[in-house]
């Protein structure tokens, strides 16, 4: 069973960086593609970067240039470097990792809060 482990949320002031993390724990499956999520209070949820097995990365109009989405194969991990954080990024952000036979599996999520 997936059990799929984000981290590095918290508390930045505007313009400042974090880092989440989402580990595939126990490594359960290989990651075909995986992506990054959030939601905000009363909007739905919805993508902010995606990266394929290949390598290719896709983001939001609204994060382009300020956030990189990476992985790393061998830890079972994707990452989501922000940086130039504004108050319109908090959010609780959600991966996404999905396995060869196309199944998703989704992470607790890992709120981030941004004060202006």
């Known amino acids: 069973q997936a059990h799929i482990v984000e981290s590095g949320g918290g508390l930045v002031q505007a313009g400042g960086s974090l880092k989440l993390s989402c580990a595939n724990s126990?490594?359960?499956?290989?990651?075909?593609?995986a992506g990054w999520y959030r939601q905000a209070p009363g909007n739905e949820r919805e993508s902010v970067a995606i990266?394929?097995?290949?390598?290719?990365?896709n983001y939001a109009a609204s994060v382009k240039g300020r956030f990189t989405i990476s992985r790393d194969n061998d830890k079972d991990t994707v990452y989501l470097q922000m940086k130039s954080l504004k108050p319109e990024d908090a959010a609780v952000y959600y991966c996404?990792?999905?396995?060869?036979?196309?199944?998703?599996?989704w992470g607790q999520g890992t709120k981030v809060t941004v004060s202006s």
């Open positions: 990266i394929s097995s290949s390598y290719r990365k």
């Open positions: 126990g490594s359960t499956f290989v990651i075909m593609d």
């Open positions: 996404k990792l999905r396995d060869w036979a196309g199944a998703g599996y």
